[in-house]
């Protein structure tokens, strides 16, 4: 399958990248990992640049994403267990444990999972179900999922380039440690957040 995800993305460029992305939030065996470094290892020496990588991977999440939503919200939750269960589960390599873990993790964290879960493997692709069976807010749904996905992307893409020939052994850390990624986002962000608020208190001041 990587053979054919590098042949892909080697011919046909951005419009590969947010296609296997889409497809990628909805049949999770495609690991992102790989297509995203990949991308940008490309983009040293192909004509592809880094914000056109992002803006079509995140492009590509954002339909995948709205696919699994209306998922969510138009079909019933007995009906998406007959599905699984079946033979579009094996299919698509669901597995109920799978959804039922996304759905858990939707119900503990609320509607800012759809921001970070997009960093954490098969939460990524499935947390756009439980949103859409909550009947999330389609407007912040979108807001939030482009957010947490551009996020993702644009570190995977620029790991890529800055890996080099090395880009594939990257994937695979970034695979196995995507918690750690996701420490990272957080303490960057609260520590953003905070020294805005300080620099908005002293201006009233």
Do not use: C
């Amino acid at each position: 399958m990587n053979t054919t995800i590098i042949d892909f993305i080697s011919n046909y460029g951005y419009l590969a990248v947010a296609i296997l992305i889409a497809v990628e939030n909805i049949f999770p065996p495609i690991p992102s990992e790989i297509i995203l470094t990949f991308s940008g290892f490309l983009s040293i020496s192909a004509h592809l640049n880094l914000g056109g990588l992002i803006i079509a991977s995140t492009i590509g999440a954002l339909v995948g994403a709205i696919v699994l939503y209306l998922l969510g919200k138009l079909i019933s939750f007995e009906k998406l267990e007959r599905l699984i269960t079946g033979k579009w589960g094996k299919i698509l390599h669901f597995k109920m444990e799978h959804l039922e873990k996304a759905q858990r993790f939707f119900e503990r964290h609320g509607s800012s999972t759809a921001f970070w879960g997009r960093f954490l493997p098969v939460v990524r692709s499935l947390i756009s179900v439980p949103a859409g069976m909550a009947e999330f807010p389609i407007k912040r749904f979108l807001i939030f999922t482009a957010g947490g996905s551009l996020i993702w992307n644009a570190v995977l893409i620029v790991v890529g380039r800055l890996a080099g020939a090395s880009w594939e052994r990257f994937s695979v850390l970034i695979e196995k440690y995507s918690f750690v990624l996701l420490a990272v986002v957080v303490l960057i962000g609260g520590s953003g957040y905070l020294i805005y608020r300080i620099k908005m208190k002293r201006s009233t001041k």
